[in-house]
């Protein structure tokens, strides 16, 4: 297991057969329909695109979501790309 520095944010993510996808250190649900979720977690926001996603589980205490549905994509919106910020909806709406 990797040691975690005093302080330092962690994020899990786990897929099985594409079809489940549990998620930790979310802070928000920014929207979701069942094509998309947008979720606002300590590392950035992650989008998460497939066909018929629904929520299985929620508990923004511990900072975890569970997603069922068929996913195509995973895909972080402000991460560290060394580029300058084009802000968050600049990044979606290209």
Not at 54 to 71: N, R, Y
């Amino acid at each position: 297991m990797i040691e975690q520095a005093k302080g330092q944010k962690r994020q899990e993510i786990k897929m099985l057969n594409r079809k489940i996808l549990e998620i930790t250190g979310v802070m928000n649900v920014e929207s979701f329909d069942n094509e998309e979720f947008l979720l606002e977690t300590e590392l950035g926001f992650l989008a998460i695109r497939g066909q018929n996603l629904h929520m299985k589980h929620l508990s923004l205490e511990q900072g975890l979501v569970a997603i069922e549905g068929l996913v195509h994509s995973l895909t972080y919106l402000d991460g560290n790309t060394g580029s300058k910020s084009k802000g968050l909806f600049g990044k979606i709406f290209k």
